[in-house]
């Protein structure tokens, strides 16, 4: 079956430009996770969706980051005014539940990269 | 807070030599521990996983015990293949919460 989807898989932009990102999770999946993933680091967490609501979203950076996801399937995450430090690999992942150990599936990532 | 500690790389193997990667954790309570792995041009994988003290995850030849008084979680291959480059990633989840901390990645490279 179809593994978490990511698009675009490489987005370059300029210095305060406004991005969106888009995860298409597996079918079926109610737990949504965002992760960024700087170039020779581990990804680091932003924020966890259950269903329609961000259960914890304590690792996003700062308030130019913002993430949705309105029907409990595909999220999008929103970075305004984009600086030079936001680039890096955003990876999405998705896992059965939210509960438990639900094993979270990761998708492709996101290049971005602030010129 | 929680974190993840693993050696750093690169690691450089010939075909069939054995395999280990170190890696400790910090954590409140009693977390869960994962060994990720991301090949060449592809997402990241779960590799193998353990959710309490002594347990054993294991997973294409690769095993990792859940060592508490330690708080270590080494990963460990008998005889590595060329297939098994890659970057490998140990990561831990703290009881109560979802999101998953990983450590800086160790890569791997074995040549025929």
């Known amino acids: 079956g179809a593994g978490v989807s990511q698009t675009p898989s490489n987005k370059v932009t300029e210095k305060g430009k406004y991005v969106e990102l888009r995860c298409d999770p597996i079918s079926g999946h109610t737990a949504l996770y965002w992760y960024r993933q700087s170039l020779g680091q581990g990804p680091e967490f932003l924020i966890y969706f259950q269903g329609t609501g961000a259960a914890d979203d304590s690792g996003l950076p700062n308030d130019r980051f913002f993430a949705v996801r309105p029907e409990g399937s595909v999220s999008t995450l929103k970075i305004q005014r984009t600086e030079r430090g936001d680039s890096a690999v955003y990876l999405c992942?998705?896992?059965?539940?939210?509960?438990?150990?639900?094993?979270?599936?990761f998708g492709p990532g996101t290049r971005l990269t602030v010129l | 807070g929680d974190s993840v500690t693993q050696m750093e790389g690169p690691v450089t193997l010939s075909e069939e030599a054995f395999l280990t990667i170190n890696c400790t954790y910090t954590a409140t309570g009693y977390p869960s521990l994962f060994w990720y792995v991301q090949y060449p041009g592809e997402g990241l994988q779960l590799l193998l996983k353990a959710t309490k003290a002594d347990d054993k995850g294991s997973n294409k030849g690769f095993e990792a015990t859940y060592r508490k008084e330690t708080t270590s979680f080494h990963l460990e291959k008998g005889s590595v293949q060329v297939s098994d480059s890659a970057v490998y990633f140990c990561a831990l989840r703290s009881g109560g919460y979802q999101k998953v901390t990983f450590g800086t990645g160790t890569k791997l490279q074995v040549i025929p």
């Open positions: 992942a998705s896992s059965l539940m939210g509960q438990g150990e639900g094993e979270q599936f």
